[in-house]
């Protein structure tokens, strides 16, 4: 049975589309059937596994707002066992379009579940807002992975996001869990960083991964070359990191 994690943080730029591409590739990579769920209009998983997102005329949109299947808008991408449910700016309309409609927030869920059998794990790549779209995939998912940069902000963001996770849980999905934490674009030079990072451990011991993401040259590349890190820089922190991160997550999922 699939697997459904959303990937979520409302504050912008933290890494977040960075981190479902990459542990997506990574979890192919490993042998896995994976779908990627780009549910942000911005689109930039999307283009960040060589899609063109403004030349599509199906994506998540029509499936939320026009009900057709999920396995018309799949995209096979690169690395082998990886698909992509792309998105581009008309998924921006779709808070609109929902907003009478009735199940409006199951909609995913119930697209997801006609491909229960076809995948190992759907990651659900979420917008920078708690919005409707947000509470699809978390309506949909069975856990929550929260990348973060260890900045000031980041910790009372987190705390209204664990909220708005405790009201979905109470309102629609009582087996939605907290999968992770993950630290992201980190540099262990800043002292605010280290400070916020300990604070993290403090409150999360077990919710927080041990892998932890840096700032890295080749990581903020490969978007722009429609390639998962792993694919531009075998090599590079970024790739290890994400590889580490790759691990990590199965033998929490997999034990």
Known sequence: MMRIIAIANQKGGV?????????????????KRVLLVDLDPQGNATMGLGVNKNALTHTIYQVLVDQIPLSGVLHPVSPAGLQLAPANAELSGAEVELVDQTGRDQRLREALATQAQAFDYALIDCPPALNMLTVNALVAAHSVMIPMQCEYYALEGLTQLLAT?????????PDLALGGLLRTMFDPRNRLANEVAAELERHFPDKLYQTVVPRNVRLAEAPSHGRAVMEYDRQCAGTQAYLGLTREFLRREEG
């Open 15 to 31: 890494g977040k589309t960075t981190s479902a591409v990459n542990l997506a590739a990574g979890l192919a990579l490993a042998g």
């Open 165 to 173: 996770i405790r009201r979905v849980r109470s309102q629609f999905n």
